[in-house]
């Protein structure tokens, strides 16, 4: 509220300086300034009186910032005016109140500046550099003769239309500048909680977002930081529970194996064991993901490619080639081996279930775009809704050397939504499948 009364009160306060210091073009029109009225007088005094007085009655009018100058119809100064080329009048609502202040007169009315040739006519000749902004209005009277007023400096400014386009004008200018200074500042707060609250989701022990701003961004950010301290405590008390789980699952699986040693029949031994390996990779699986080791990680700047390129020489030394494109260079913050793991678990899946996958990095203003295409037989419509769900398997069945446990996926979207990003999977125009890592630019995370 403050600061709406604060930028109104602003664009006023400029209103009245721009018509205090701008010049002749903020000052009133020529008829509130009263030259038009005077202007009028004179030439009626002077088409009254007779000629032989006329010269006498326009010097007498003159003042220091306006001459009154009469020419003879016979003169040279009146044959100049009567045959020179003027410019429109500029607004004719003067020259129709002129008109009606002397009475309908017979002839014409006609203004000139000083940079028409005319101005330089005996007896109106003045010097340009002294007076730039000299205006000339000549009358011509009933009998011919000419009578010349010449303001030596403009002290009006534009006619009532042109000056009210122009109030308005810079009103409308002042409210655009004032609006736009006075939204930036309302919204900075808002911009600056986004911006923490982004570093907060991707570090969840970072320090608490400052209460700063408005009075309703403080109430927003206490509400967030409550929520956080919730959430820490609502996940540290899972993985508690879930670590005491794994804990005393093993000690059973131990006994299971240890009895299935006691088992004759080395066949349904062998079954037995590989249902205790199952079991026991299952927990320990789950309890990795709960766990959520990323969140573990510090936040830190390092060179996306160089993880990149660090995942295709692990697998070049698995003897599996991979192909990556991409600049060789490019900052990102974040977490560096977090991210190492959803690039290794995505190339594995592609060598597993299709082919050993190409690796593209596109840079885009906003986002970091990392794809993982491979040409191998992709995965139904059906299927790609449901991918990322714990423990969903393209491969139905459950053995443990065509894959993992099914949380592989899973997590690798929990890292990539941790840094505001997210996972497309597609299947190619051109056969195979492509995986997409987008991953948004964040040029501040503490």
């Not at 004719?92 to 028409?116: C, M, T, W, Y």
């Not at 409550?226 to 820490?232: G, L, P, S, T």
């Not at 190339?347 to 491979?374: G, M, Q, W």
């Not at 099914?406 to 997210?422: C, M």
Request: some cysteine; hydrophobic content about 40%; charged content about 20%.
């Amino acid at each position: 509220m403050t600061t709406v009364a604060l930028a109104a009160g602003t664009t006023l306060g400029l209103l009245q300086l721009f018509f205090m210091f701008g010049g002749h073009w903020a000052q009133p029109n020529i008829e509130q300034t009263g030259l038009l009225q005077e202007v009028a007088a004179v030439s009626r005094v002077v088409s009254a009186a007779p000629s032989e007085v006329r010269p006498r009655i326009a010097h007498a009018a003159t003042t220091p910032s306006v001459r009154f100058v009469w020419f003879d119809v016979k003169s040279l100064t009146a044959h100049a005016l009567q045959t020179a080329h003027y410019k429109p009048y500029e607004v004719q609502s003067g020259r129709e109140l002129i008109a009606s202040l002397i009475g309908n007169p017979k002839d014409e009315i006609d203004s000139f500046s000083v940079d028409n040739p005319v101005a330089q006519a005996p007896g109106l000749a003045i010097d340009p550099k002294k007076y730039p902004d000299a205006t000339f209005m000549a009358l011509q009277l009933d009998d011919g003769s000419w009578l010349v007023c010449i303001a030596l400096v403009r002290s009006w400014g534009f006619f009532w239309r042109e000056r009210l386009f122009l109030e308005l004008a810079t009103i409308v200018a002042w409210i655009i500048a004032v609006s736009i200074i006075a939204s930036r500042q309302l919204s900075r707060p808002i911009e600056n909680l986004a911006k923490d609250v982004r570093r907060a989701g991707m570090n969840t022990s970072s320090a608490p977002i400052p209460a700063t701003g408005p009075r309703e961004v403080q109430l927003v950010a206490h509400t967030i930081n409550a929520m956080r301290e919730q959430i820490q405590s609502f996940i540290a008390a899972r993985t508690t529970m879930l670590a005491a789980i794994s804990h005393d699952l093993r000690t059973p699986l131990t006994r299971l194996r240890l009895r299935g040693e006691f088992i004759d029949d080395p066949e349904q031994q062998a079954r037995l064991f590989r249902d205790v390996d199952e079991m026991q990779a299952m927990v320990d699986g789950a309890l990795s993901f709960f766990r959520d080791d990323a969140v573990c990680e510090e936040v830190t700047t390092f060179d996306l490619p160089g993880i990149l390129r660090t995942v295709v020489n692990d697998f070049t030394d698995q003897n599996i080639n991979l192909e990556y494109s991409g600049p060789a260079r490019a900052t990102y913050q974040g977490r560096p081996f977090a991210l190492k793991r959803v690039f290794t678990n995505l190339v594995e899946n592609a060598v597993k279930y299709a082919t050993p996958p190409s690796l593209e990095l596109t840079c885009t203003p906003t986002h970091f775009v990392i794809t993982v295409r491979d040409h191998g037989p992709g995965i139904s419509d059906d299927q790609i809704g449901r991918i990322f769900e714990p423990y969903f398997r393209g491969d139905k069945s459950r053995n443990r050397e065509t894959g993992g446990i099914g949380l592989g996926l899973t997590s690798a979207l929990s890292i990539v939504q941790a840094h505001g990003g997210e996972i497309q999977i597609v299947n190619h125009n051109e056969g195979g499948l492509e995986v997409r890592v987008i991953l948004p630019k964040l040029h501040s995370i503490s």
